[in-house]
């Protein structure tokens, strides 16, 4: 009996140590990436943007300049090729990867930034030229 009581003190006194803790609220933050391919024709569109959306509803927008192909240079593009095959595409198309690529470098660059601060991607959802990254940080335990 006297086991019994022990046992079930300490089950009364954890179990109030344990409501006492507060669930730790999760604060989230989404990042969009838009390319406004609005331009019929064009091999990219001429605007772009990163969008971030804060936990508090603030958000601000970071224009991407999008390189025209006709700027970057045979070199550059055909430097930026991993394995060259000649002949395997023209230089227009290689120029327009290297156009989009540095959409995808700046995105790339504030994904890692957000990372750093100690955003965890949750998910990530694409609808035509927009992909909408969400982020979660957990906020510290009180007690």
Known sequence: ???????????????????QRQPTPSRYL???????????GSEL????????????????TEEVQV????SISKKTANASIARFTPDSTSNNIRRQRYAQNTVYQAEVKKLNE?????????STTQEAATVRYLFRKDAAVTQ
């Open 1 to 19: 009996m006297r086991n019994i009581t022990c046992l079930l003190g300490l089950l009364l006194a954890s179990g109030a140590a344990l409501a």
């Open 30 to 40: 989404m990042l969009v990436r838009v390319i406004d391919i609005s331009v019929p």
């Open 45 to 60: 569109g001429r605007s772009s943007s990163l969008t971030t959306i804060q936990p508090d509803g603030t958000f601000s």
């Open 67 to 70: 390189l025209p192909i006709t």
């Open 114 to 122: 957000l990372s750093a601060q100690g955003w965890q991607l949750v």
